[in-house]
Each structure stands twice: as structure tokens, then as C-alpha cells.
């Protein structure tokens, strides 16, 4: 959404969430950005630019379908919202051999 978002992040940006359940999207298309607009009320969207979400954490419930349920955490940006994105991946059973 920054004029020099021409690709991916680099490690850099990922680490920020290092958790091995953590999934970093680039939406070039806007897809999911499209997608949580659909799913949260308009007041919980914190970060958009050109009516579009961007630079925001989600966090979901394992096993959950997407678009069934709104995410349990959303906030952004994310490097704001990374301790407390890092802090509810906590509360959660983390797979074996972490």
C-alpha cells in the first residue's frame, strides 16, 4: 500500500512475528484484505488506504474456516499490534517441537 511495496517483505518485516503458525500475507490483489472487510464491523478496521485494508495482524482459532467467524485479535499496524499479536499466540497450545 506504500508506493515502494513493489514485492514480498524480506525477513526483516517477517520476524517481526516469528511464530511458526504466524502466515505473512503480500496481497498484491487486495484478496484478503477484501475478504476481512467483509468479516469485521467498519469501526474495528483500523488501518485502510484507497478504501483498502492493509499493514494488519488477524488472529484466528485453529481449525477455524475462514469467513466463518470473525478473527479472536485484529489490529494494526502491525508493528503496534506485534506484542500483542505474539502475546495472544501465547494463549494458545503451541504444536510439538517448537
Wanted: net charge neutral; proline share 9%; hydrophobic share 40%.
Amino acid at each position: 500500500m506504500l508506493p515502494t511495496d513493489w514485492s514480498r517483505p524480506g525477513g526483516f518485516v517477517q520476524s517481526r512475528i516469528p511464530d511458526p503458525r504466524a502466515v505473512q500475507f503480500w496481497d498484491k490483489n487486495h484478496l484478503v484484505a477484501k475478504e476481512l472487510q467483509q468479516q469485521l464491523p467498519s469501526s474495528q478496521i483500523c488501518c485502510q488506504r484507497n478504501g483498502i485494508v492493509w499493514d494488519v495482524a488477524a488472529v484466528y482459532p485453529k481449525d477455524i474456516q475462514w469467513g466463518s467467524s470473525a478473527p479472536l485479535f485484529f489490529g494494526g499496524g502491525v508493528v503496534d499490534v506485534a506484542d500483542s499479536v505474539r502475546q495472544k499466540l501465547s494463549q494458545f497450545e503451541q504444536p510439538p517441537n517448537l
